[in-house]
Every structure is written in C-alpha cells, then in structure tokens.
C-alpha cells in the first residue's frame, strides 16, 4: 500500500508552499509524487461553457479531458470518497502520497503551525511524525524550520520505509 503523509494546520499556515518544496525534494530524489488536496467545501475544475462542463451539464457521469501529456477526470460521485479510496486512485502511479488536509484521517501527520497555540487550537488524529513551525514543540516531536526541506523528507523517509542505509533512505521504494 502506498505511504500516506498528511500535512494538516490551520489556514494560511503554509501548508501549500511547504508542500511544493517537499515534492520538489522527493522528485528530486526519483520518487514519483501524488498529491491530494482535501477541499471539504468542494470546489469546481471545469469552466461553465467549455466542452467538459458542456457534458456533464447534459448528465454525464464521469467526463475526461485529455491531451498529449495530461489526463483529467471529473466524476460525480454521491459522497465524498475516502483517503483509501483515494490512494487507490494513485496505486502503480505513485511511490508516495501527500495530502494537504484529512485532519482526521489516521495516516502519518506533519502538523505546520503558525504560531504555538495552533497545535492546541487543532484537532487532529493520526500519528505525528514532525511540527514545522518557527516554535518548538512541546511534546518531543521533531521540529523543522520552514526552510528544512531535505530533513523533513529525511524523516519521512526513515519513518515510512524503515532505517536502511543511507543510501536506500534516499531513493525512492520502487528503485530499492
């Protein structure tokens, strides 16, 4: 089953920019990315008029979009889906998984705090592997700095595939 990394932490914490620096590090590294962006409010890709929206406007239920080196579908569905039902979706795709979200899901957290109280102000499940945050945590869990990207994906590495020589730490699953 593909590893699941879940950043969580209050809006306009920087979860987003963290994100691009940490899937920058593990392309880097050879490892092939997913990224799922948790949107409890819902959200919409299609633009009204376009073809796409043009379909499903007419009742499709699934609709794709494709091109020389992308591939989209948008697909109604009658509940929001899982994370297991959506890491399903990246399986033989993806070495790793990263969510922006799921609070509440029970996968491996990165929690990214603005200031101190947030993490008390949060709930959240699921074990911690790290704060990023310019605080300190209370609570024994390793502390990152924004700009520590290559030692967060160090953890990362280490927690999800084990403690292996440094040099299969570095490489993607897939390859070792």
């Given at each position: 089953?593909?590893?699941?990394?879940?950043f969580?932490?209050?809006?306009?914490?920087?979860?987003t920019?963290?994100?691009?620096?940490?899937?920058?590090?593990?392309?880097?590294?050879?490892?092939?990315v997913?990224v799922?962006?948790?949107?409890?409010?819902?959200?919409?890709?299609?633009?009204?008029g376009?073809?796409?929206?043009?379909?499903?406007?007419?009742?499709a239920?699934?609709?794709?979009?494709?091109?020389?080196?992308?591939?989209?579908?948008?697909?109604?569905?009658?509940?929001?889906?899982?994370?297991?039902?959506?890491?399903?979706?990246?399986?033989?795709?993806?070495?790793?998984?990263?969510?922006?979200?799921?609070?509440?899901?029970?996968?491996?957290?990165?929690?990214?705090?603005?200031?101190?109280?947030?993490?008390?102000?949060?709930?959240?499940?699921?074990?911690?592997?790290?704060?990023?945050?310019?605080?300190?945590?209370?609570?024994?869990?390793?502390v990152?700095?924004?700009?520590?990207?290559?030692?967060i994906?160090?953890?990362?590495?280490?927690?999800?595939?084990?403690?292996?020589?440094?040099?299969?730490?570095?490489?993607?699953?897939?390859?070792?």
């Amino acid at each position: 089953m593909i590893p699941v990394v879940s950043f969580v932490g209050r809006s306009e914490s920087g979860k987003t920019t963290l994100l691009e620096k940490v899937i920058g590090e593990l392309k880097s590294r050879g490892y092939r990315v997913g990224v799922i962006k948790h949107t409890p409010h819902g959200f919409d890709i299609d633009h009204e008029g376009k073809d796409t929206w043009r379909f499903a406007q007419a009742g499709a239920d699934v609709v794709a979009a494709a091109s020389a080196n992308q591939i989209a579908f948008i697909e109604r569905v009658p509940q929001e889906p899982d994370l297991d039902q959506m890491r399903a979706l990246f399986e033989g795709k993806a070495d790793i998984v990263l969510t922006e979200g799921f609070k509440t899901s029970n996968t491996a957290k990165i929690l990214v705090l603005r200031q101190k109280q947030d993490r008390e102000q949060m709930s959240y499940s699921g074990e911690t592997l790290a704060t990023v945050s310019p605080h300190l945590s209370p609570d024994g869990i390793p502390v990152f700095s924004p700009e520590e990207i290559s030692d967060i994906v160090n953890l990362m590495v280490r927690q999800l595939w084990g403690q292996g020589q440094l040099t299969e730490l570095l490489l993607p699953a897939t390859l070792n």
